[in-house]
């Protein structure tokens, strides 16, 4: 696992450590010292601890003039024992949303399970961003369908192209777009939120 770095190709257009409105604003990262684990394994330096002993991410990009952020996950969600989605919820999303951001791209082809509990961080999140959607790329099938074993899947929107979609071969604006295309589309046509 510590090969696997963060998807590196929009740094030149947003860091998180740089932006002042980011949760990760100013902080520092090495290149060489491997201090973060998922059970026994180290990953890569890049990616960020929010509080959870199992999942960590980074944020790709964020727009607050379109209220977008695209954030890349990796290592195992797990509600049941370490509360994820309450740090989550709480230490990242909440002061995306304070900023503005109602859109969220959660990128989890690297999320290699899940562990339910409840769903009132799930219910709350959504419920922040009236207006807004959260959208699952590339998240693996049985994690998938973990999450609609619990009815969790309510909150997020994913299936169809979402579930082998080519994201890094678009620009950070151009993802958002297509994916808000693919959202809007599905709304228009009064489908359900998941497929």
């Known amino acids: 696992m510590h090969t696997i770095e963060p998807y590196w190709n929009w740094r030149n257009l947003y860091t998180a450590e740089e932006d002042a409105r980011s949760p990760f604003f100013g902080r520092e990262y090495s290149e060489t010292y491997y201090t973060d684990t998922i059970y026994d394994h180290y ?3 890049q990616w960020d601890n929010i509080g959870s ?3 960590f991410l980074k ?3 964020t727009d607050y003039e379109d209220g977008f952020t695209i954030i890349e996950m990796i290592g195992e969600w797990n509600d049941t024992l370490y509360n994820d989605i309450m740090t989550l919820k709480r230490d990242i999303i909440d002061q995306l949303v304070d900023q ?11 999320v290699l399970n899940f562990h339910s509990s409840d769903d009132c961080y799930y219910e709350e999140w959504f419920d922040d961003i009236e207006d807004g959607w959260i959208t699952l790329l590339n998240f693996r099938e049985h994690v ?3 999450f609609s074993a619990i009815n969790i899947d309510n909150y997020f929107i994913y ?3 979402l579930n082998d979609f080519p994201w890094a071969t678009f620009r950070p604006l151009q993802l958002f777009q297509k994916v808000d295309e693919m959202v809007n589309k599905r709304f228009d ?3 359900l939120l998941t497929q």
């Open 43 to 45: 990953i890569h330096p």
């Open 53 to 55: 002993a199992t999942l």
């Open 59 to 61: 944020i790709l990009y």
């Open 100 to 110: 503005g951001v109602n859109k969220f791209i959660l990128i989890g082809e690297n």
């Open 144 to 146: 998938l369908a973990d």
């Open 159 to 161: 299936g169809g192209a």
């Open 189 to 191: 046509a009064g489908l």
